[in-house]
C-alpha cells in the first residue's frame, strides 16, 4: 500500500472586521504585518494537488492545518482547491490547531462542515478509515488557546484507541495513525513542551505500549521542518514517526524552506518503505540525497 502524506497546507485569506477574535488580531499581524503570508503558496498549493493526483497513491492522508485562522474562507479555497484529490482518492483528513483557532470557531465544529466525508469521526472522538488492508486511525488533540499552540488528547479518544488496538481484526492490518502534534521530535524525545507540544504525548505513549497492534507509522506535521524519527519504546521495538514538512510552502531557497510532501510504503512484514518530493520552484520533485536530507 502507497500512502500519501500531505500536512500544514494553510490556505490563507484576509478576516473580516467581524471576525477578528483576539486571537485572529494577532494571527492577521503575524500574516501581513510580518510577513509570514508570504510563507505559503496558493500556486504550489494547487501543484501539490496535482502532484499527488500524478503519483496515484492507494490513499491520500492530511494531518492537518489546512487553514491560518479557520475562516469560512480559508475553509472553501481548501475544499476547492482539494476537490479534484478528494474526488479521486481515498483521502483521511484530520485536523490541526489552526483549524480550530478560536472558541468559537471549536463550538461550530467548523473543521467538519467542510471535511467531515473524509474524517471517519466516531462517537468517541477516534477518527477511523479503512482502504483495503490499511486502516487509518486519527486523533484530534487540538483545542483553541489565547496563546499557547498546545494540544491535549481527550481521555475518551485514547480510550477509543486502546480499544481499537485490541481489536484482533487488525492483525492483517497495516496500521497508521494520524495526528497533527508529533508524539516525539527529530531526535526521538517527547514533543511535550507547554508552549507547542503534546502535553499528554506520556499518555499516548503508554496506551502504544500496551496494544498488541501497534501502528506501523505515526503521521503527524505541527512543525514545518520536516523531519523522520522513533518513538523508542520499552520492549525494545520503535515505531517509525515522520513528518513531511509543510506542503504549501512557498519556494524560499535564501530561507531553505520549500513545500514538502511523502510517499510511505506499508510493506506486509511490517516495514516501510520512504519517498519524499520537494518543491524545486517549479514541481514537486523526489528530494535531493534522499527522503529528509535537505533539512527542509
Known amino acids: 500500500m502507497r500512502l500519501a502524506h500531505a500536512t500544514d497546507i494553510h490556505w490563507f485569506a484576509r478576516p473580516r472586521l467581524g471576525q477578528l477574535a ?36 492507494d490513499a491520500v492522508m492530511i ?6 485562522q479557520a475562516l469560512p474562507a480559508e475553509f472553501e479555497m481548501a475544499r476547492d482547491d482539494l476537490k479534484p484529490m478528494l474526488d479521486a482518492l481515498p483521502t483521511f483528513v484530520v485536523p490541526g490547531n489552526h483549524d ?16 467531515e466525508p473524509w474524517m471517519g469521526l466516531q462517537d468517541s472522538g477516534l477518527a477511523r478509515i479503512d482502504v483495503g488492508r490499511l486502516t487509518l486511525l486519527g486523533l484530534d488533540p487540538n ?3 489565547w496563546l499557547a499552540a498546545s494540544g491535549r488528547i481527550p481521555s475518551a479518544q485514547l480510550s477509543a484507541l486502546s480499544k481499537t488496538l485490541h481489536d484482533p481484526e487488525l492483525a492483517d492490518q497495516a496500521v497508521v495513525l494520524a495526528l497533527h502534534y508529533p508524539v516525539v521530535d527529530r531526535r526521538g524525545t517527547l514533543y511535550d ?17 500496551d496494544s498488541p497492534h501497534r501502528p506501523q507509522l505515526i503521521a503527524c506535521g505541527h512543525v514545518h521542518h520536516g523531519f523522520r524519527s522513533e518513538l523508542r519504546l520499552s520492549d525494545g521495538t520503535s515505531i517509525p514517526v515522520c513528518n513531511c514538512g509543510s506542503s504549501g510552502q512557498a519556494h524560499q531557497p535564501d530561507r531553505r524552506r520549500a513545500a514538502a510532501m511523502a510517499v510511505y510504503e506499508l510493506r506486509p512484514d511490517g516495514s516501510v518503505g520512504y519517498e519524499r518530493f520537494v518543491h524545486d520552484g517549479t514541481a514537486f520533485a523526489p528530494e535531493p540525497g534522499g527522503p529528509w536530507a535537505t533539512g527542509r
Open 143 to 145: 483545542r483553541a488557546t
Open 22 to 57: 483576539f486571537k485572529r488580531v494577532l494571527g492577521t499581524a503575524n500574516l501581513y504585518l510580518r510577513g509570514r503570508r508570504h510563507s505559503f503558496s496558493r500556486s504550489v498549493q494547487r501543484q501539490l494537488v496535482q502532484h499527488i493526483r500524478a503519483i496515484a497513491p
Open 100 to 115: 480550530v483557532y478560536t472558541a468559537a470557531t471549536q463550538r461550530q465544529r467548523a473543521m467538519q462542515q467542510w471535511f
Open 193 to 209: 513542551n507547554a508552549a507547542h507540544g503534546l502535553l499528554n504525548a506520556s499518555e499516548l505513549v503508554s496506551v502504544l505500549e
Open 63 to 68: 494531518t492537518g492545518d489546512l487553514t491560518a
